[in-house]
C-alpha cells in the first residue's frame, strides 16, 4: 500500500544534542510537509517543500531545518533542541498542480520526541 | 480573518448513540476548502473528507455524515450508531485558496466511546 513512513517513531535526545527525523513516500506526491503537535493542540505547520522548493513558516524557529534530497524523502533536523520542542512530529504529503484544487494531506504516523 | 471553531472539547457517548461534532468556520473567500481528519490514540491523523467551497452536497460514507451549510457556515460530521473505535480526537480544517498550502486548523473534539 502506499503510504507516508516515518522513522524512527519514537526517538529520545539530549538537550543541545543535534536530532534528525526522517520521513519517506511511496505517494509520488510532489509537497511534502513537516508539522509540529504538542499535547492537546492541532498540528502547526514547519514548513513544506513545493517539489523542490523550500517554504518556511514565518514563525518557525531557525532551530528547525529541512532537506529534501529527493522527491520521497524528506528530513527535519533540530540543530539544538530545547526542553520546549519536545513534541509529536508528523509528515504530511499532497498531490498538488497550480491552477487546481486543493488536495487532501496523508499523513504518517509520526515520530515523538523527548528532550532529557 | 480566518478561522475555524470547534467548540466542543470533548464528547463522551455510549457506544451505538448517534453523535455530531460541529464545526464552524470563518473566511472572507469566495473559493475555499474543508477537511475533516480522525487522530486516534496512535497519533497518526487519517484523512476523512474533503469538501471544495462551490459543493454543498451532504455526503454519506458508512456510519459517517457530513452536513455543509455555507448559509450558516458549517461542516458538521456526525457518526451514526457509534463505536468504540471511532474514539479518537476529531480536526475540521479550512485552506484558503491562495494560502500557500496552510491549513487553518480547528482546536479538535475529543471523542470518547463508551461500551
Known amino acids: 500500500d502506499a503510504m507516508v513512513i516515518q522513522n524512527p517513531r519514537y526517538q529520545v535526545t539530549q538537550f543541545g544534542k543535534p536530532v534528525t527525523l526522517s520521513c519517506s513516500q511511496t505517494l509520488n506526491h510532489n509537497v511534502m510537509y513537516w508539522y509540529q503537535q504538542k499535547s492537546s493542540q492541532a498540528p502547526k505547520l514547519l514548513f513544506h517543500?513545493?517539489?523542490?522548493?523550500?517554504?518556511n513558516e514565518a514563525d518557525t524557529p531557525d532551530n528547525f531545518q529541512s532537506r529534501r534530497p529527493n522527491t520521497s524523502f524528506c528530513f527535519l533536523d533540530i540543530r539544538s533542541p530545547g526542553l520546549g520542542d519536545a513534541a509529536m512530529y508528523l509528515c504530511a504529503t499532497s498531490r498538488e498542480k497550480a491552477g487546481s484544487s486543493y488536495n487532501e494531506q496523508f499523513f504518517g504516523p509520526g515520530t515523538r520526541l523527548t528532550v532529557l | 480573518a480566518q478561522k475555524v471553531t470547534q467548540a466542543q472539547t470533548e464528547i463522551s457517548v455510549v457506544e451505538k448513540e448517534d453523535v455530531t461534532l460541529d464545526c464552524v468556520y470563518e473566511?472572507?473567500?469566495?473559493?475555499?476548502?474543508l477537511f475533516w481528519y480522525k487522530q486516534p490514540p496512535s497519533g497518526e491523523l487519517v484523512f476523512l473528507i474533503r469538501r471544495n467551497s462551490f459543493d454543498e452536497q451532504n455526503e454519506i460514507s458508512g456510519r459517517y455524515s457530513w452536513n455543509f451549510q455555507k448559509s450558516t457556515s458549517s461542516f458538521n460530521f456526525t457518526i451514526t450508531a457509534s463505536q468504540v473505535v471511532d474514539s479518537a480526537v476529531y480536526f475540521c480544517a479550512l485552506r484558503r485558496e491562495d494560502s500557500n498550502y496552510q491549513l487553518i486548523w480547528g482546536a479538535g473534539t475529543k471523542l470518547i466511546i463508551k461500551p
Open positions: 517543500y513545493y517539489d523542490k522548493d523550500f517554504n
Open positions: 473566511t472572507r473567500d469566495t473559493t475555499y476548502y
